[in-house]
């Protein structure tokens, strides 16, 4: 265990989940799921009074059960015994019947009301989970795994859901339920009271017990079942991967180790029952045989009347019977917990790239970018740009080129802030990116990538996805400039295909045309294409020159490319190496050197022939 990482590296949840806590940690821990389970109660507070009211209110009236049978038995049925006198036995019959009544009504309404504020929270908090996971920065997404955003807003909240939902009630109404008893049987007959008071000793202890060691095996069964959640998620998403490298013996043994672990926790947490539940038993046994006896004895010496040894008796009982759910509930209370500790975790992590507090409006951007000694990594302890500046004046279209891993889409997601850089700026017209308003931002400037990800809806909606309000010309004149019309058309249903269907299904190259067809809509003052045109084949990428003609036409572009073809176009070339620029110039200056540049083409020229 460290304890070097303090509170910063628990608010950082970007690291593995574990299950071994410092104790600073597990109090910053808890006071994170404290306020938010404030922020999502306090809307809700007035609601959460009446249910605590009408609880109180019932398990007062369940309470008064077994004193109004010592009264019955003590007083009332004498009096019909000796004088005949029925009245006093008929109302206290009443009145039972009427606190049990009125117990069972308040009940039922309880049962409605938590219900209310249970599903009331349940869905603020998963509309939480993903409104904020959404406005997080790429840089956490990009180390916090997807299976385990899922298992947050899948199994997490299921456990609070099932908390809620069952648990929850079980333990707020056995707590109260004991604690009046325990009130009742006081004032009925402290010496009664004082032997259950003692058994609560031996009782508090195996609660502990049973609460710490629960509470360790549920926080490792969440830990475990995370990561069997992930290693599902993963598999299952890189399929292709796994097929083509006959990863799945080596998946099934991990996964199969996984289950296991999992399997071996929760068994641990089952046996704990089998300790803790005879225990209750044996604890509620003594109590009621001491209460009995020393009762008994008070009786014969005439000490203590029948009726209330009675009550006591039924008072001790009932102190015990719900203690057990609540033990029970224990454990869903455990887990929730544990939920509770990673959701509020993600929820309270910081976007990495804030949106600006006083934003500035650029109405309409011309395209100029600037890079101002601009110095950036992704870690702290490895720079990819060193003191990087580049001016790019505003309609310029520059080739990007230089060896995998220069820094080439560093420098595309810095443009599109991704990422912001740790010391200089990076502008658009003069505005620091970082004080310009995002919708400008998002207007102004959009990367095309590879990936060219189709949500699920038409071929129409995704080139539309930039500007949602386009009308259907608008959506064919984009897709006839990049020349993506013709394939399009021939699908099954045009531009309404559903590209989660079949026939629907579109080639990678076909995927990135639409996505050019996007970017054109979308009509930004800057357009970044990083390897957006790898997929494409050769032919099409001649027709695909003329369609970026049109597309970079009139703004700022930065493609980068592998290929040399594309660069023909481009006003400017900048070749990248370690995070600098090493040739800056137009290309056919660059071809007529002897740089890298001219390297590079001449070794492609003669690979084309
Ligand atoms: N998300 C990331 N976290 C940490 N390091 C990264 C991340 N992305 C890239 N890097 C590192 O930054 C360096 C530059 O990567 P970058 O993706 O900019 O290269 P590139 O020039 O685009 O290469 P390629 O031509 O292969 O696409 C690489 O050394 C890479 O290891
Ligand atoms: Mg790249």
Same mark, same amino acid.
């Given at each position: 265990?460290?304890?070097?990482?303090?509170?910063?590296?628990?608010?950082?949840?970007?690291?593995?989940?574990?299950?071994?806590?410092?104790?600073?940690?597990?109090?910053? *821990?808890?006071?994170?799921?404290?306020?938010?389970?404030?922020?999502?109660?306090?809307?809700?507070?007035?609601?959460?009074?009446?249910?605590?009211?009408?609880?109180?209110?019932?398990?007062?009236?369940?309470?008064?059960?077994?004193?109004?049978?010592?009264?019955?038995?003590?007083?009332?049925?004498?009096?019909?015994?000796?004088?005949?006198?029925?009245?006093?036995?008929?109302?206290?019959?009443?009145?039972?019947?009427?606190?049990?009544?009125?117990?069972?009504?308040?009940?039922?309404?309880?049962?409605?009301?938590?219900?209310?504020?249970?599903?009331?929270?349940?869905?603020?908090?998963?509309?939480?989970?993903?409104?904020?996971?959404?406005?997080?920065?790429?840089?956490?997404?990009?180390?916090?795994?997807?299976?385990?955003? *899922?298992?947050?807003?899948?199994?997490?909240?299921?456990?609070?859901?099932?908390?809620?939902?069952?648990?929850?009630?079980?333990?707020?109404?056995?707590?109260?339920?004991?604690?009046?008893?325990?009130?009742?049987?006081?004032?009925?007959?402290?010496?009664?009271?004082?032997?259950?008071?003692?058994?609560?000793?031996?009782?508090?202890?195996?609660?502990?017990?049973?609460?710490?060691?629960?509470?360790?095996?549920?926080?490792?069964?969440?830990?475990?079942?995370?990561?069997?959640?992930?290693?599902?998620?993963?598999?299952?998403?890189?399929?292709?991967?796994?097929?083509?490298?006959?990863?799945?013996?080596?998946?099934?043994?991990?996964?199969?180790?996984?289950?296991?672990?999992?399997?071996? #926790?929760?068994?641990?947490?089952?046996?704990?029952?089998?300790?803790?539940?005879?225990?209750?038993?044996?604890?509620?046994?003594?109590?009621?045989?001491?209460?009995?006896?020393?009762?008994?004895?008070?009786?014969?010496?005439?000490?203590?009347?029948?009726?209330?040894?009675?009550?006591?008796?039924?008072?001790?009982?009932?102190?015990?019977?719900?203690?057990?759910?609540?033990?029970?509930?224990?454990?869903?209370?455990?887990?929730?917990?544990?939920?509770?500790?990673?959701?509020?975790?993600?929820?309270?992590?910081?976007?990495?790239?804030?949106?600006?507090?006083?934003?500035?409006?650029?109405?309409?951007?011309?395209?100029?970018?600037?890079?101002?000694?601009?110095?950036?990594?992704?870690?702290?302890?490895?720079?990819?740009?060193?003191?990087?500046?580049?001016?790019?004046?505003?309609?310029?279209?520059?080739?990007?080129?230089?060896?995998?891993?220069?820094?080439?889409?560093?420098?595309?997601?810095?443009?599109?802030?991704?990422?912001?850089?740790?010391?200089?700026?990076?502008?658009?017209?003069?505005?620091?990116?970082?004080?310009?308003?995002?919708?400008?931002?998002?207007?102004?400037?959009?990367?095309?990538?590879?990936?060219?990800?189709?949500?699920?809806?038409?071929?129409?909606?995704?080139?539309?996805?930039?500007?949602?309000?386009?009308?259907?010309?608008?959506?064919?004149?984009?897709?006839?400039?990049?020349?993506?019309?013709?394939?399009?058309?021939?699908?099954?249903?045009?531009?309404?295909?559903? #590209?989660?269907?079949?026939?629907?299904?579109?080639?990678?190259?076909?995927?990135?045309?639409?996505?050019?067809?996007?970017?054109?809509?979308?009509?930004?003052?800057?357009?970044?294409?990083?390897?957006?045109?790898?997929?494409?084949? *050769?032919?099409?990428?001649?027709?695909?020159?003329?369609?970026?003609?049109?597309?970079?036409?009139?703004?700022?572009?930065?493609?980068?490319?592998?290929?040399?073809?594309?660069?023909?176009?481009?006003?400017?070339?900048?070749?990248?190496?370690?995070?600098?620029?090493?040739?800056?110039?137009?290309?056919?200056?660059?071809?007529?050197?002897?740089?890298?540049?001219?390297?590079?083409?001449?070794?492609?020229?003669?690979?084309?022939?």
């Amino acid at each position: 265990m460290s304890s070097t990482g303090g509170t910063a590296s628990v608010a950082g949840t970007t690291g593995e989940d574990r299950s071994d806590y410092t104790r600073e940690e597990s109090r910053a *821990i808890r006071q994170r799921s404290l306020r938010l389970l404030g922020a999502l109660v306090d809307p809700l507070r007035w609601q959460l009074v009446l249910a605590l009211a009408v609880l109180v209110v019932s398990t007062a009236l369940r309470v008064a059960g077994p004193a109004l049978i010592a009264y019955g038995l003590n007083t009332a049925l004498p009096q019909a015994m000796q004088d005949a006198d029925w009245m006093p036995t008929i109302a206290i019959v009443g009145i039972y019947l009427l606190a049990g009544i009125g117990g069972a009504a308040l009940i039922g309404w309880y049962a409605v009301v938590a219900a209310r504020l249970t599903q009331a929270v349940m869905l603020d908090l998963r509309t939480r989970i993903f409104l904020h996971t959404q406005r997080l920065s790429l840089e956490f997404h990009e180390s916090y795994t997807s299976g385990r955003i *899922i298992s947050r807003q899948t199994s997490d909240l299921d456990s609070i859901r099932e908390l809620l939902d069952g648990g929850l009630n079980e333990l707020v109404s056995g707590v109260l339920y004991g604690a009046f008893t325990f009130l009742a049987l006081l004032l009925l007959d402290w010496q009664s009271g004082l032997i259950l008071a003692v058994a609560g000793l031996p009782l508090y202890l195996l609660m502990r017990w049973f609460y710490r060691n629960s509470q360790r095996a549920y926080r490792e069964s969440r830990v475990v079942s995370a990561k069997v959640i992930v290693k599902f998620v993963e598999t299952m998403t890189g399929i292709r991967a796994v097929k083509a490298f006959r990863k799945e013996p080596r998946n099934d043994d991990e996964f199969g180790g996984l289950s296991g672990q999992y399997r071996d #926790v929760n068994m641990r947490s089952l046996r704990l029952f089998g300790t803790f539940e005879p225990g209750m038993m044996a604890v509620s046994a003594f109590a009621v045989a001491g209460v009995l006896l020393w009762g008994g004895l008070r009786v014969v010496d005439g000490a203590l009347l029948v009726g209330t040894l009675l009550a006591a008796v039924l008072y001790v009982r009932n102190f015990f019977s719900p203690l057990q759910e609540v033990a029970m509930f224990l454990n869903s209370y455990q887990s929730a917990t544990a939920a509770l500790e990673k959701v509020s975790g993600v929820l309270e992590e910081e976007p990495t790239v804030p949106d600006p507090a006083r934003p500035v409006d650029l109405w309409k951007a011309a395209g100029h970018v600037e890079f101002r000694d601009v110095v950036f990594g992704y870690a702290d302890d490895r720079t990819i740009l060193p003191h990087f500046s580049l001016d790019i004046p505003a309609g310029q279209t520059i080739a990007l080129v230089g060896t995998t891993g220069a820094g080439k889409s560093t420098l595309a997601k810095l443009v599109s802030r991704f990422y912001d850089p740790s010391h200089g700026a990076v502008t658009l017209d003069g505005v620091d990116l970082r004080s310009l308003h995002p919708k400008d931002l998002r207007r102004a400037i959009v990367m095309v990538t590879q990936e060219a990800y189709l949500f699920s809806g038409t071929v129409a909606d995704n080139i539309a996805l930039g500007k949602p309000d386009a009308t259907f010309e608008e959506i064919r004149a984009a897709a006839r400039a990049v020349g993506a019309d013709t394939f399009i058309e021939r699908l099954p249903d045009g531009y309404d295909t559903d #590209v989660n269907k079949r026939g629907g299904r579109v080639s990678a190259g076909q995927r990135q045309l639409i996505s050019f067809a996007r970017a054109f809509l979308a009509d930004p003052a800057v357009l970044i294409l990083d390897e957006a045109t790898a997929s494409l084949d *050769i032919p099409s990428e001649r027709q695909i020159q003329s369609a970026l003609q049109t597309l970079l036409a009139d703004r700022t572009a930065i493609i980068i490319a592998h290929r040399l073809s594309t660069v023909s176009i481009a006003d400017r070339v900048l070749v990248m190496e370690h995070g600098r620029i090493i040739e800056d110039d137009a290309p056919a200056a660059l071809i007529a050197g002897t740089g890298k540049f001219a390297q590079l083409h001449s070794a492609w020229k003669q690979s084309l022939v």
